[in-house]
Protein backbone atom coordinates (compact mmCIF):
# COMPACT_ATOMS: atom_id res chain seq x y z
CA UNK A 1 0.00 0.00 0.00
CA UNK A 2 1.50 3.68 -0.74
CA UNK A 3 1.51 6.49 1.43
CA UNK A 4 -1.51 7.82 -1.21
CA UNK A 5 -3.58 4.95 -0.30
CA UNK A 6 -2.17 4.58 3.59
CA UNK A 7 -3.59 8.64 3.86
CA UNK A 8 -6.97 8.13 2.23
CA UNK A 9 -7.56 5.35 4.86
CA UNK A 10 -6.60 7.38 7.63
CA UNK A 11 -8.78 10.36 6.70
CA UNK A 12 -11.60 7.88 6.33
CA UNK A 13 -11.15 6.61 9.32
CA UNK A 14 -11.19 9.65 11.23
CA UNK A 15 -13.75 10.89 8.82
CA UNK A 16 -16.00 8.39 10.35
CA UNK A 17 -14.43 8.34 13.86
CA UNK A 18 -15.94 12.51 13.63
CA UNK A 19 -19.39 11.70 12.14
CA UNK A 20 -19.93 8.88 14.52
CA UNK A 21 -19.17 11.48 17.29
CA UNK A 22 -20.84 13.93 16.00
CA UNK A 23 -24.34 11.88 15.36
CA UNK A 24 -24.12 9.88 18.40
CA UNK A 25 -25.94 11.19 21.64
CA UNK A 26 -25.43 10.21 25.27
CA UNK A 27 -28.27 9.12 27.45
CA UNK A 28 -28.51 12.95 28.81
CA UNK A 29 -28.86 13.84 25.53
CA UNK A 30 -31.79 11.31 24.59
CA UNK A 31 -33.27 12.11 27.74
CA UNK A 32 -33.86 15.64 27.25
CA UNK A 33 -35.19 15.30 23.76
CA UNK A 34 -37.59 13.03 25.06
CA UNK A 35 -38.87 15.21 28.01
CA UNK A 36 -38.64 18.11 25.22
CA UNK A 37 -41.05 16.02 22.68
CA UNK A 38 -43.44 15.36 25.86
CA UNK A 39 -43.98 18.69 26.91
CA UNK A 40 -43.98 19.91 23.80
CA UNK A 41 -47.28 17.17 23.10
CA UNK A 42 -49.09 18.00 25.82
CA UNK A 43 -51.14 21.50 27.45
CA UNK A 44 -52.63 22.18 30.46
CA UNK A 45 -55.90 21.86 30.59
CA UNK A 46 -58.63 21.45 33.51
CA UNK A 47 -57.32 20.01 36.09
CA UNK A 48 -55.12 17.96 34.02
CA UNK A 49 -51.67 19.82 34.26
CA UNK A 50 -47.97 19.84 32.27
CA UNK A 51 -46.52 18.88 35.56
CA UNK A 52 -47.77 15.82 35.36
CA UNK A 53 -45.40 14.86 33.46
CA UNK A 54 -42.57 16.13 35.73
CA UNK A 55 -41.40 12.94 37.28
CA UNK A 56 -39.78 12.87 41.51
CA UNK A 57 -36.79 11.29 41.59
CA UNK A 58 -38.20 8.05 42.75
CA UNK A 59 -39.55 7.76 39.69
CA UNK A 60 -37.23 9.12 37.79
CA UNK A 61 -34.52 6.71 39.43
CA UNK A 62 -37.34 3.70 38.85
CA UNK A 63 -37.60 4.83 35.28
CA UNK A 64 -33.52 4.94 34.40
CA UNK A 65 -33.44 1.56 35.95
CA UNK A 66 -35.74 0.43 34.26
CA UNK A 67 -34.32 1.50 31.01
CA UNK A 68 -31.20 0.40 32.05
CA UNK A 69 -32.41 -3.08 32.28
CA UNK A 70 -31.03 -3.63 35.90
CA UNK A 71 -32.70 -3.22 38.89
CA UNK A 72 -32.09 -0.56 41.47
CA UNK A 73 -29.14 -0.83 43.68
CA UNK A 74 -30.26 -1.76 47.38
CA UNK A 75 -28.94 1.58 48.56
CA UNK A 76 -31.15 3.58 46.35
CA UNK A 77 -34.03 1.30 46.86
CA UNK A 78 -34.15 1.67 50.37
CA UNK A 79 -33.88 4.98 50.49
CA UNK A 80 -36.72 5.64 48.46
CA UNK A 81 -38.65 3.01 50.55
CA UNK A 82 -37.37 5.27 53.50
CA UNK A 83 -38.50 8.27 52.04
CA UNK A 84 -41.91 7.11 51.38
CA UNK A 85 -42.71 5.94 53.90
CA UNK A 86 -42.27 9.30 55.94
CA UNK A 87 -45.05 10.42 53.72
CA UNK A 88 -47.67 8.18 54.99
CA UNK A 89 -50.43 9.62 57.20
CA UNK A 90 -52.58 7.27 59.41
CA UNK A 91 -56.02 8.06 60.25
CA UNK A 92 -55.97 10.88 62.16
CA UNK A 93 -59.08 9.02 64.19
CA UNK A 94 -57.54 6.00 64.67
CA UNK A 95 -59.99 4.01 62.54
CA UNK A 96 -58.49 1.68 59.84
CA UNK A 97 -61.49 -0.38 58.69
CA UNK A 98 -64.69 1.57 57.38
CA UNK A 99 -67.71 0.24 54.86
CA UNK A 100 -66.73 -2.47 52.47
CA UNK A 101 -69.70 -1.60 50.66
CA UNK A 102 -68.74 1.63 49.96
CA UNK A 103 -65.33 0.21 49.62
CA UNK A 104 -66.92 -1.79 46.52
CA UNK A 105 -68.07 1.32 44.77
CA UNK A 106 -64.79 3.06 44.83
CA UNK A 107 -62.54 -0.37 43.70
CA UNK A 108 -65.40 -0.71 40.89
CA UNK A 109 -65.28 3.26 40.01
CA UNK A 110 -62.40 4.84 37.55
CA UNK A 111 -63.53 8.15 37.20
CA UNK A 112 -61.18 11.11 37.92
CA UNK A 113 -58.47 13.07 37.43
CA UNK A 114 -59.20 13.42 33.43
CA UNK A 115 -59.39 17.25 31.96
CA UNK A 116 -63.42 17.38 32.06
CA UNK A 117 -63.30 16.39 36.06
CA UNK A 118 -63.34 18.82 38.39
CA UNK A 119 -60.69 18.55 41.53
CA UNK A 120 -61.42 17.25 44.22
CA UNK A 121 -61.79 20.67 45.87
CA UNK A 122 -64.55 22.24 44.55
CA UNK A 123 -66.68 19.39 45.50
CA UNK A 124 -67.26 17.57 42.44
CA UNK A 125 -67.79 14.17 41.85
CA UNK A 126 -64.72 11.92 44.13
CA UNK A 127 -62.26 9.82 42.32
CA UNK A 128 -62.65 5.98 42.06
CA UNK A 129 -60.26 4.06 42.85
CA UNK A 130 -60.20 1.71 39.44
CA UNK A 131 -58.80 -1.12 41.79
CA UNK A 132 -60.09 -4.28 39.74
CA UNK A 133 -58.22 -2.59 36.45
CA UNK A 134 -54.84 -4.32 38.28
CA UNK A 135 -56.73 -6.89 40.69
CA UNK A 136 -58.91 -9.91 40.97
CA UNK A 137 -61.17 -8.79 44.09
CA UNK A 138 -64.14 -11.33 44.41
CA UNK A 139 -65.76 -14.04 42.58
CA UNK A 140 -68.38 -11.80 41.19
CA UNK A 141 -66.66 -9.63 39.33
CA UNK A 142 -65.32 -11.52 36.63
CA UNK A 143 -63.84 -8.63 34.54
CA UNK A 144 -60.50 -7.37 35.81
CA UNK A 145 -57.16 -7.06 35.35
CA UNK A 146 -53.50 -8.39 36.29
CA UNK A 147 -51.59 -6.13 36.58
CA UNK A 148 -51.20 -6.41 40.13
CA UNK A 149 -51.62 -9.67 42.04
CA UNK A 150 -55.17 -11.26 43.14
CA UNK A 151 -56.56 -9.48 46.19
CA UNK A 152 -59.33 -12.39 46.39
CA UNK A 153 -59.53 -13.46 50.24
CA UNK A 154 -57.08 -10.59 51.22
CA UNK A 155 -57.50 -10.72 54.68
CA UNK A 156 -58.49 -14.28 55.01
CA UNK A 157 -55.26 -15.91 53.72
CA UNK A 158 -53.77 -13.21 56.18
CA UNK A 159 -55.84 -14.72 59.33
CA UNK A 160 -57.66 -11.37 60.15
CA UNK A 161 -61.11 -12.64 61.06
CA UNK A 162 -61.09 -9.35 62.98
CA UNK A 163 -59.63 -6.37 61.83
CA UNK A 164 -60.32 -4.43 65.35
CA UNK A 165 -58.12 -7.40 67.26
CA UNK A 166 -54.71 -6.76 68.41
CA UNK A 167 -53.59 -9.78 66.44
CA UNK A 168 -54.86 -8.15 63.22
CA UNK A 169 -52.74 -4.75 63.67
CA UNK A 170 -49.59 -5.45 61.58
CA UNK A 171 -51.15 -6.91 58.19
CA UNK A 172 -53.90 -3.39 59.02
CA UNK A 173 -51.23 -1.25 59.11
CA UNK A 174 -49.78 -2.41 56.59
CA UNK A 175 -52.44 -2.80 54.19
CA UNK A 176 -53.27 1.02 55.08
CA UNK A 177 -50.15 2.13 54.54
CA UNK A 178 -49.28 -0.12 51.37
CA UNK A 179 -52.58 2.18 49.84
CA UNK A 180 -51.44 5.03 51.02
CA UNK A 181 -48.20 5.10 49.46
CA UNK A 182 -46.71 1.57 47.96
CA UNK A 183 -43.19 2.99 47.37
CA UNK A 184 -42.53 2.44 51.27
CA UNK A 185 -42.65 -1.16 50.68
CA UNK A 186 -41.24 -1.53 47.08
CA UNK A 187 -39.65 1.31 45.64
CA UNK A 188 -40.26 0.99 42.04
CA UNK A 189 -43.84 -0.27 42.56
CA UNK A 190 -46.64 0.10 39.36
CA UNK A 191 -48.98 0.33 41.98
CA UNK A 192 -50.52 4.46 42.23
CA UNK A 193 -49.79 5.87 45.67
CA UNK A 194 -53.44 6.71 46.03
CA UNK A 195 -53.24 8.79 49.38
CA UNK A 196 -49.88 10.06 49.00
CA UNK A 197 -50.76 11.36 45.09
CA UNK A 198 -54.42 12.70 46.20
CA UNK A 199 -56.13 10.03 44.31
CA UNK A 200 -58.55 9.03 47.37
CA UNK A 201 -59.13 11.03 50.44
CA UNK A 202 -58.49 8.97 54.07
CA UNK A 203 -62.33 8.08 54.08
CA UNK A 204 -62.30 6.50 50.90
CA UNK A 205 -59.21 4.40 52.09
CA UNK A 206 -60.71 3.05 55.02
CA UNK A 207 -63.44 2.48 52.98
CA UNK A 208 -61.09 0.25 50.68
CA UNK A 209 -59.45 -1.48 53.97
CA UNK A 210 -63.07 -2.42 54.72
CA UNK A 211 -63.39 -4.25 51.49
CA UNK A 212 -59.86 -5.74 52.08
CA UNK A 213 -60.40 -6.59 55.75
CA UNK A 214 -63.83 -7.15 56.30
CA UNK A 215 -64.65 -10.68 56.67
CA UNK A 216 -67.98 -10.31 55.60
CA UNK A 217 -66.54 -8.25 52.12
CA UNK A 218 -66.94 -10.20 48.87
CA UNK A 219 -63.54 -10.50 48.88
CA UNK A 220 -62.87 -12.51 52.04
CA UNK A 221 -66.47 -14.40 51.15
Sequence with gaps: M??????????????LALFGCASADSAADIDRYTAEALKSSFRDQGIAK????????????????????KPLDEKTAKEIEAA??????WPADGRFVGDWREGEKIAQNGRGLTW????????????????????QMSKEE????????????????RGVSDPAAAASKPIVEYTWGKLWNARAYNACS??????????????QIRDVMGLLLDPKSPVNR
Excluded: W
Design 142 to 157: ISFGTLGPSLYQYGKL
Design 84 to 89: NMKTIR
Design 190 to 203: NMPRVGHSGILDEA
Design 50 to 69: VDRLVQDPANRACSEADASG
Design 116 to 135: TDAAASAKGPANGGNCYNCH
Design 2 to 15: NADHILGAVAAACA
